[in-house]
């Protein structure tokens, strides 16, 4: 099992920045990657980033060159930094992990937190 807490949303004004971030604990050695997913109002959840064990990234294009995920394998954390946040950004946004599991993929999620964009 792996658990999951995301911390740092909140409201902020367009063109202002967030910080989030996600603190894993539990079955932490097979995690093979780590992502930031939101789901807007009467919207599906969508990807928004992910960062693989070695440290890749991908992006949704409608964040590429505003935000930006890292890991800090000491701590076991990932964070989202948003800069340049736009009104469709509002969303609340969740932390997940994959790790392998009986040959296919085992994804926990956070409990998700609130981002609101809004002058």
């Known amino acids: 099992q792996v658990q999951l807490v995301e911390s740092g949303g909140g409201l902020v004004q367009p063109g202002g920045s967030l910080r989030l971030s996600c603190a894993a604990s539990?079955?932490?050695?097979?995690?093979?990657?780590m992502g930031w997913y939101r789901q807007a109002s009467g919207k599906q959840r969508e990807l928004v980033a992910v960062?693989?064990?070695?440290?890749?990234?991908v992006y949704a294009d409608s964040v590429k060159g505003r935000f930006t995920i890292s890991e800090d394998n000491a701590k076991n954390t990932v964070a989202l930094q948003m800069n340049n946040l736009e009104p469709e950004d509002t969303a609340v946004y969740y932390c997940?992990?994959?790790?392998?599991?009986?040959?296919?993929?085992?994804?926990?999620w956070g409990q998700g937190t609130q981002v609101t964009v809004s002058s």
């Open positions: 997940a992990a994959d790790r392998p599991y009986r040959g296919g993929t085992m994804r926990s």
């Open positions: 539990g079955s932490i050695f097979s995690i093979n990657a």
């Open positions: 960062i693989y064990s070695g440290g890749s990234t």
